[in-house]
């Protein structure tokens, strides 16, 4: 919400250099500003309240003279830096206004509902009858949920701070977002992720819908006990309608923010020895163990060279971002798949594979593998069968396939693509678990040893697994 501030506060340069160096600022900040002529004694479109004041100035040296503009000033949570340009020269007649420039603001339970309401998304009469609760969860980024009961809440996403990777990421999600609730270029996108709001580009602010009432797909099948075929069939169902309505086909326009980066983890074998003293002692362990075996490196970069950049992939599909709930009045569950920040324009087998590493896995942490056990026993004694897995992994894919449109032939293919990219995944996942360990886990050797028997031979891995 915009408030007009009369021109007469503050003092407006008109010099040329002036307003060079105040536009290199702007440009600096990647911010665009509006020259308003003519407004001596009128008002401006400004960002910060009427009763603003700068306590402070810092000073920009120019080749010719020097320019105090106004510091940083925090005026109801906002970090704010004024238009105002003062010089030592004396003011010509014409003078010109930049618009006043809020360069960040780091939301917060006090001034959120202010920033909700001027984008029209919050009313405060239902702030004042109670319907607003506001839940800080804090994580990678700066995070806010918006907890109301008769209307829908707002998951809040905010980068900690403006480096390039914060950045890049949320710039990530966000053209996700746009390209599938906007331009409509991505199909089943919309019902595949909750509903978008509003992103602010200038402090790198996403907010979308909350989930409420949901849980991920790993929470649900632990509280489950079990591996229900219909989840397979879920999450087979609506990511294949997902990737059979998200191909490029060539389009550029909308899909510059996304770099077409192989995942890293596909070069892990080209790993120089004299970076391992920069990873844990478990990491370094885990890198020479791939090196060791050439079916790693061999079928790695087979995986690399055969890079398909096809289709908006997510990238980093796991169950812990893949939400179930029922909808309203439904008995059906629902899926939502949230995290798109390291989306990017790839091969679908990526994110297909991903969802068969995902039942892995989780059958890997169900083994009791840290009793001193073998592998048979502790397989024996998982509340979860080797039967189940089997059965909810048949019927993810031929869901999948149906969903995304493949007859029984292209079918095979992708399956055999998809699950050499699931064995990759799972090498990744290993990696991450034991990023702090001294040592290498039971579960990351695990979940390496059955990387390679699947990267070994995927058509007796696909019948194994899965039967098919």
């Known amino acids: 919400m915009a408030v007009r501030l009369c021109a007469a506060a503050f003092r407006h340069a008109a010099l040329p250099d002036a307003r060079r160096r105040w536009g290199v600022l702007r440009h600096r900040a990647g911010i665009k500003s509006t ?10 479109e400004t960002g910060l309240p009427a009763n603003a004041v700068v306590p402070r100035r810092y000073r920009i040296a120019d080749e010719r003279r020097q320019h105090t503009i106004p510091g940083p000033v925090w005026v109801r949570g906002y970090c704010c830096i004024s238009s105002e340009l003062r010089s030592g020269n004396r003011l010509r007649g014409n003078q010109y206004c930049l618009q006043s420039l809020i360069l960040c603001m780091n939301l917060n339970p006090n001034n959120v509902a202010q920033f909700l309401a001027e984008r ?3 009313s405060f009469d239902s702030v004042v009858d109670g319907d607003f609760l506001v839940m800080d969860q804090n994580s ?3 995070n806010l949920k918006i907890i109301r009961r008769k209307s829908d809440g707002f998951f809040i996403k905010q980068i900690p701070q403006q480096t390039p990777e914060f950045m890049q990421s949320m710039q990530r999600e966000a053209a996700c977002y746009r390209l599938g609730n906007e331009s409509k270029k991505l199909g089943e996108f919309p019902s595949l992720t909750p ?6 580009p ?10 409420a009432d949901s849980e991920s797909v790993w929470e649900y099948h632990k509280r489950m006990g079990s591996l229900p075929v219909d989840v397979g069939r879920l999450l087979g169902a609506k990511l294949g309608a997902y990737h059979a309505t998200a191909r490029i086909n060539g389009q550029t326009e909308g899909f510059e923010v996304f770099g077409r980066q192989i995942p890293w983890i596909l070069s892990i074998h080209e790993t120089n ?4 003293n920069q990873v844990s002692r478990g990491n370094a362990q885990l890198i020479g163990i791939v090196q060791q075996y050439p079916e790693f490196q061999s079928a790695l970069a087979e995986l690399k060279a055969q890079w398909n950049f096809s289709t908006l992939i997510h990238g980093d599909i796991k169950w812990e971002n893949m939400m179930l709930r029922k909808a309203a009045g439904e008995p059906a569950l629902e899926l939502k798949v949230i995290d798109w920040e390291i989306a990017d324009v790839g091969d679908e087998c990526w994110d297909a594979g991903a969802v068969i590493q995902a039942y892995l896995t989780f059958w890997v942490f169900s083994l009791p593998l840290s009793s001193g056990m073998s592998l048979a026993d502790a397989a024996a004694s998982s509340n979860y069968s080797g039967e189940a897995l089997k059965q909810a992994l048949t019927a993810y894919w031929t869901s999948y396939a149906e969903s995304r449109g493949l007859n029984q032939t292209a079918s095979r293919q992708k399956l055999l693509r998809s699950m050499r990219c699931a064995a990759a995944r799972m090498i990744q996942t290993a990696y991450e678990s034991i990023q702090s360990s001294p040592q290498i886990s039971p579960y990351a050797l695990c979940k390496l040893q059955m990387s390679m028997n699947i990267l070994r031979d995927p058509r007796n891995a696909v019948e194994d697994l899965m039967g098919l």
């Open 140 to 142: 990678r980024n700066r």
């Open 195 to 200: 509903r978008f709001y509003h992103f602010d």
């Open 273 to 276: 020895p004299m970076y391992l």
């Open 120 to 122: 029209k998304l919050l």
């Open 35 to 44: 020259r308003q002529d003519k407004l001596a004694g009128a008002g401006c």
């Open 202 to 211: 200038l402090r790198y602010i996403l907010i979308i819908e909350l989930l």
